[in-house]
Nanobody, 124 residues
Framework: QVHLVETGGGLMQAGGSLSLSCAAS????????MGWFRQAPGKEREFVAA????????PYTDSVKGRLSITSDSAKNTVYLQITNLKSEGTAVYYC?????????????????WGQGTQVTVSS
């Protein structure tokens, strides 16, 4: 059984910073990339960013360009997401995911393991 656990959500101030962590645990599995997605009320789950374990490429959505950092610690099987200058549209449940099928992907359908999600609320 593979588990992904996100931590670090909560109530944030607009203009502030967000730091999330995602720790993978369970039986040994090789994942090619880990990604972050978010789902706002009434909207579809959307891609935020990902990091490839093979070449460390980090695709991200344009809405966070210049405000995002995604890093990984392979020894800890943990991925970190930081977003600065938070905006109210950042309010959503943030999910981390891992894919064992593809080197990296922006599509949620390519990810086969998911965390339970963590709520982030950006207050203006």
């Amino acid at each position: 059984q593979v588990h992904l656990v996100e931590t670090g959500g909560g109530l944030m101030q607009a203009g502030g910073s967000l730091s999330l962590s995602c720790a993978a645990s369970g039986r040994a599995f090789r994942y090619y990339a880990m990604g972050w997605f978010r789902q706002a009320p009434g909207k579809e789950r959307e891609f935020v960013a990902a990091i490839s374990m093979s070449d460390s490429t980090t695709p991200y959505t344009d809405s966070v360009k210049g405000r995002l950092s995604i890093t990984s610690d392979s020894a800890k099987n943990t991925v970190y997401l930081q977003i600065t200058n938070l905006k109210s549209e950042g309010t959503a449940v943030y999910y981390c995911a891992a894919t064992t099928k593809i080197l990296t992907s922006l599509s949620r359908y390519e990810y086969d393991y998911w965390g339970q999600g963590t709520q982030v609320t950006v207050s203006s």
